[in-house]
RNA sequence: GGGCAAUUAGCUCAGCUGGUUCAGAGCGUCUGCCUUACAAGCAGAAUGUCAGCGGUUCAAAUCCGUUAUUGCCCACCA
């Protein structure tokens, strides 16, 4: 074995073996634990190749899968992809306008769905690879793309059998619209940013030219779909108003003056409110209550059209300051003030957002989102942490319905196609409706229909394809074969738990759940898992719209995928977030690659398991023999400290506390089991001695399997060529009989010699190599620990006794029970060794005064249980020992 | 504006049911070691008004209120 863990090879190697095995898929049923656990891939965007972020996300289910796997359990994590319509859209747009200077309509429909899907089956296999490296467990046989067949026979279904119920429906509108992309957004695809603009006032004329109402606004263009201007009911400067007749500038439209409280404020502005309902969420809602003509005055690129009259053809700022320019050469400019405001902006095109008034595809979601919210009042679904349970029962609260039709190219598209004239068949596949503007709406379950597909109809299919949450949402049942019947849905649906970010609680954790409970009557996984995000080092979120994504593969090169886990899993505590700050580093092959210390951690414990695995190697003892020869008081405590671990394991993994799991593991094979167990066992190991060592690091490999997959099964291999492989082999469970706080506590006593011997070693800077001598003052029989206290702390000899004088020129230190004193003739500095007895002393009396100011307090020695005033009293016994001894030497050393 | 979090060592973070076994870990720093598994290591050491203020309690890093700063989610006024 060489003296560093060599990742590289170790890995290409276990990924061949566990793949030529088939150990990622599914056992069967007759394995051994009669549940199922099952696992469904948030499934990564194609958009591009994974990060940091998903490498946590990956790492905690594998991690699960593989925990679970062990248990016996017959196990399934389905891999996939999703094509995120939009998203993915815009970036090959992007990349089409870079590189070819063209816009997808150069390209047309087919050809741009053609260059998307050439994209995605390169970032689909990227994705794919990277999964593979993590050493993500998957079935990969069984790997999925939202987009696939099997996915879209799905959405297919689901759609037909929504639009059956009547819970999707085709309404007008007012929608977020992207007018670069030439679609509508949803609400959670636009982020807000404050910008400097202007708040315009001016005159809005009365028709009968006897005066005007000034109105502002920030958005002066709006004004030539403006169909109304409210003001308040209660309005003493505008009562007289209500009901007369305004005249549009420019275009010269006649519209009203109205009263409306909800609207309208008072206080704010000039208390008038220029109303343009096609174009403004809330006018719109206004124009609704009232009744208004709803005006269209854009375009779908966003400029005015025909109904702006000669502002027609302009755009955005162009559009604005023309219209400006307008009112102040006709004199109806009152004011101008600057004013910060919010503009809404799309997250994939970075353009401004237009309230824009269009047909779209509803879900009707009140009652879908009432069951799906019962699910977690109940208990029925678990969120961990519990609070992000309150996230998602906050946005399904509000009900709102959904809006699913996006005019895209890429994505599935929507099974409806359009008839002037009613449909005059009988099919179970092929259902219709009537549409709020008397079109007949004609849903077909399967097959795509042509135009003449239906005797005696024109059909027109919609353009339109659905938002990439309606496919995302039938996930866990869509990848497992539904509507089918499968074997799959039998076996692992609903799945055993999801784990996930907390922003896409309301997107796609919701949906999942809503869509399950009207495809399945089930809800699709009873616990939620969310795991933290990960931020760079500026405190930003990692992410691919960011542009700060640091590849995995970057880590897994320098570090080792074990180390990455590693570190990923520790990071994974209660908490939201965590940093994780990143520099370049530049390779031989001149690469530049990310690296990042905190991975340190993670190669430095891979490396330490591989070296006390490399020193055992020789005196390795067979563990299939069961016999374990248990003597020492050390060898009690280790079995006691491993069993303490393996249930503090499971109690980790049951409560979703993966740090702790992490920090367990790792502190037991380095401080335990390597820095005291191996260390005491050096001196006098063979074959023979070796049983339980064996049977630690046996152990050991197991528990850290899951987190450390690769260097695990390396070892064993190494180890013990005989034994089953680390993947598939029993997990180990903790035998309560062999924990022992006593031995633990006695092992304790006897280690603090060691440690106080070692400390006056570092006091004096004295070599490991050279021997000395120590005088311990005790009532305990050392005797059998003669030899661990000798090795451990490079004594040559020791006395111990109850009543021992102290030799002289010694260094002391106080143990529990009792002294170490350590011979240091010519050594020893009086100085040093008074000047550390009287800050110890210090510190001892402080602690005295604070636990007899408690002790005294009469309520506290009242109120509080009895084995916390114990606790108390022992305290303050041990502190006034240590306070008495140290001031024994120092009177000794001051003469 | 509503909600959720965070603030603990120079850095990145633990600290679950309140009690000096709770003030910790890793990195970094300092001292001494190439001790025949490991220098990616060993041994020792230093470092903190647990953000501020107030409250509850016999007892607060921990519970409550409040202020400040930071992050995220949701909703947004012409």
């Not at 609207?263 to 000039?270: H, Q």
Request: net charge negative; glycine share 6%.
């Amino acid at each position: 074995m060489e003296t560093r863990y060599n990742h590289k090879e170790i890995e290409e190697k276990w990924l061949k073996n566990w793949d030529e095995q088939k150990n990622f898929k599914p056992r069967g049923t007759q394995c051994a634990a009669s549940k199922h656990f099952s696992v469904v891939i948030p499934p990564p965007n194609v958009t591009g190749a994974l990060h940091l972020g998903h490498a946590l996300n990956n790492t905690i289910q594998d991690i699960l899968v593989r925990y679970n796997r062990k248990l016996g359990k017959n196990t399934l994590w389905i891999p996939g992809t999703d094509h995120a319509g939009i998203a993915t859209q815009a970036v090959v747009e992007k990349r089409l306008m870079q590189e070819e200077k063209k816009t997808r309509h150069d390209l047309g429909r087919e050809e741009l769905v053609k260059r998307i899907w050439e994209w995605k089956d390169e970032y689909e296999t990227r994705i794919t690879n990277q999964l593979k490296l993590l050493g993500s467990s998957c079935d990969w046989d069984k790997q999925r793309f939202t987009l696939d067949p099997i996915c879209t026979k799905a959405v297919r279904h689901a759609f037909f059998n929504l639009f059956k119920k009547g819970l999707i429906y085709r309404g007008k509108r007012l929608v977020n619209w992207d007018t670069h992309l030439h679609t509508a957004v949803a609400d959670d695809e636009i982020y807000h940013e404050t910008v400097k603009g202007h708040f315009w006032t001016f005159k809005y004329p009365l028709a009968d030219g006897s005066g005007y109402i000034p109105v502002a606004t920030t958005r002066p263009e709006t004004i030539l779909g403006d169909t109304a201007v409210a003001v308040h009911p209660e309005d003493e400067r505008y009562k007289q108003f209500i009901g007369k007749t305004l005249l549009v500038p420019f275009v010269n439209r006649e519209i009203s003056v109205i009263a409306d409280d909800i609207l309208v404020d008072k206080e704010f502005g000039t208390g008038s409110v220029k109303v343009t309902p096609a174009h403004d969420p809330n006018d719109y809602a206004t124009g609704l209550r009232h009744k208004l003509p709803m005006l269209n005055i854009l375009n779908e690129d966003g400029t005015l059209n025909e109904n702006a009259g000669e502002f027609k053809g302009l755009k955005g700022e162009k559009a604005r300051a023309a219209v400006v320019e307008g009112l102040e050469k006709s004199g109806l400019l009152l004011k101008v003030e600057d004013h910060e405001m919010q503009v809404g902006k799309s997250d994939r095109s970075k353009t401004i957002i237009e309230p824009y008034l269009s047909d779209q595809w509803f879900v009707k979601m009140d009652m879908l989102a009432e069951r799906a919210m019962q699910a977690v009042e109940s208990g029925e679904i678990k969120f961990t942490p519990a609070r992000y349970a309150k996230n998602y029962l906050n946005w399904l609260g509000e009900k709102r319905d959904w809006c699913i039709s996006r005019q895209l190219w890429w994505g599935h598209q929507i099974p409806i196609w359009y008839s002037s004239t009613r449909p005059n068949i009988n099919r179970p596949d092929i259902h219709y409706f009537q549409a709020e503007n008397g079109d007949w709406l004609v849903c077909s379950l399967e097959e795509d229909l042509d135009e003449n597909s239906i005797e005696g109809l024109k059909l027109v299919r919609d353009p339109d394809v659905l938002d990439t949450w309606f496919s995302s949402a039938l996930w866990p049942h869509s990848t497992m074969g539904w509507p089918g019947e499968t074997e799959d849905l039998k076996e692992f649906y609903p799945t055993s738990v999801l784990v996930t970010a907390r922003d896409i609680i309301s997107l796609w954790v919701a949906r999942m759940v809503v869509f399950s409970q009207e495809n399945m009557d089930k809800i699709p996984f009873s616990d939620v898992y969310i795991n933290p995000t990960i931020l760079d080092g500026n405190g930003r979120r990692m992410s691919k719209s960011h542009g700060n994504g640091v590849d995995p593969l970057d880590i897994i090169e320098k570090y080792g995928a074990d180390s990455l886990r590693f570190v990923m899993c520790s990071i994974c505590t209660e908490n939201q977030d965590a940093r994780l700050p990143v520099k370049k580093e530049k390779q031989e092959d001149g690469r530049e690659i990310n690296i990042s210390e905190k991975f340190e951690v993670g190669r430095n414990f891979g490396n330490k398991l591989w070296n006390a695995a490399r020193f055992l190697k020789p005196h390795i003892s067979s563990v299939e023999s069961g016999e374990l020869r248990v003597e020492s008081l050390e060898d009690k405590w280790v079995l006691s400290r491993l069993n303490t671990v393996i249930r503090g394991v499971r109690n980790a993994f049951e409560n979703y506390r993966f740090s702790e799991y992490a920090s367990l593991v790792y502190h037991f094979v380095w401080d335990d089991l390597c820095s005291r167990y191996l260390e005491i066992k050096k001196g006098e190991i063979s074959k023979e001695s070796s049983t339980l060592l064996s049977h630690s690091l046996y152990t050991a490999l197991d528990l850290l399997h899951p987190i450390m997959p690769f260097i695990t099964e390396e070892l064993n291999a190494i180890l013990f060529p005989n034994s089953e492989r680390v993947i598939l082999r029993e997990w180990p469970s903790a035998d309560e009989n062999l924990i022992n706080a006593e031995i633990e506590k006695q092992f304790e006593d006897i280690f603090a010699i060691v440690e106080a011997v070692r400390s006056v070693r570092g006091r004096y800077s004295i070599a490991p190599s050279q021997k000395i001598t120590a005088t311990i003052r005790t009532s305990a029989n050392l005797e059998s620990s003669r030899n661990m206290i000798k090795d451990l702390s490079g004594l040559s000899e020791f006395d111990f006794g109850e009543n021992l004088q102290h030799p002289a020129f010694s260094a002391s230190a106080v143990i529990p029970g009792g002294e170490v004193f350590v011979p240091l003739e010519g050594i020893l500095n009086k100085e040093t060794e008074i000047a550390r007895l009287k800050k110890e002393i210090e510190k001892a009396e402080s602690f005295i005064t604070s636990l007899n100011k408690k002790l005294s307090n009469e309520s506290f020695v009242k109120n509080a249980p009895v084995a916390v005033i114990d606790g108390e009293r022992q305290k303050l016994a041990t502190q006034k020992d240590i306070v008495e001894k140290s001031q024994a030497m120092l009177r000794e050393l001051e003469q």
